[in-house]
């Protein structure tokens, strides 16, 4: 059966998953779109309830699981991203708790306290899974992993790496619990240069939000950590300060 209404009950149910924030989360349910980003939610074990594919845009292999075809009209009123491949997914999200994570004797843990932009988080996805951090920990409740903008912008990433929420209090006592250097990221004179810090051991990396920066929450609670700049700008976007740090971790790691 094709579904070529707008007024579909089902066609319904995904325009608000995609617009309402507090449906989302209540309904434990989000949607993926894009053949990429659809295979790397099922290889990582992301649980599919349905599919929605357009035949006539879709070239790719069917996913098992319950399919529903849909016309290009009702498509294009279903996708978000402007161009697209023919198949958006419905999928169960997962919630997991901090204390689940089991990390290596060196691993690199990137913390943020919150993410204003969902673009921004989707590109700190992406750096972290690029170059082999081994968690992202936001310490702020009300972010929204499985919002459609940080999964496109994460292109998929986001369900291959380890990503927790959890407030300050609780991130500071899981990284002092397991012996994490903690490197922050305050705007003060006694900062060192982050090529100098060792990420050969366990380390952790804490960055404020776009706006004000790393709170007073983290100040005396870990070594100040500055990326040197040769220019007269004082400050990176967030996302590519994420990116030089994990970087820097790699390449420690590899050297």
């Known amino acids: 059966m094709l579904i070529e209404s707008f007024q579909n009950e089902k066609i319904k149910n995904v325009t608000k998953l995609l617009t309402d924030n507090r449906f989302r989360k209540k309904s434990k349910v989000f949607v993926v779109e894009g053949q990429q980003e659809n295979e790397r939610a099922m290889h990582y074990d992301f649980e599919p309830l349905e599919f929605f594919i357009c035949e006539n845009i879709f070239k790719g292999t069917l996913p098992g699981g319950k399919i529903h075809y849909v016309s290009e ?4 009123k279903i ?14 999200a997962k919630e997991t708790p901090l204390s689940s994570f089991v990390p290596k004797e060196n691993s690199t843990v990137i913390i943020v306290e919150g993410v204003e932009k969902p673009g921004n988080l989707g590109a700190i996805l992406r750096s972290c899974e690029a170059f082999g951090v081994d968690a992202l920990i936001v310490a702020d409740g009300k972010t ?17 790496m ?21 490197y922050t990221t305050l705007m003060d004179e006694s900062a060192e240069d982050l090529y100098k810090r060792d990420f050969r051991q366990r380390s952790a990396v804490l960055f404020g939000t776009e706006h004000s920066g790393l709170s007073d929450f983290w100040i005396g609670k870990g070594k100040n950590t500055l990326i ?23 390449k420690q790691k590899k050297g």
């Open 73 to 76: 009209k009702v498509y294009e």
């Open 79 to 92: 996708a978000y991203r402007g161009s697209s491949e023919g198949i958006i997914g419905i999928y169960h």
């Open 228 to 250: 040197p700049m040769a220019g007269s700008i004082d400050s990176l976007n967030l996302s590519n300060a994420v990116a030089i740090t994990c970087y820097e971790s790699l």
């Open 162 to 182: 380890e990503v927790y929420q959890a407030e300050n209090e609780e991130t500071l006592e899981f990284l002092q619990k397991n012996g994490f250097n903690i």
């Open 144 to 160: 929204d992993f499985y919002n459609p903008n940080v999964i496109r912008s994460s292109v998929g990433c986001l369900f291959g």
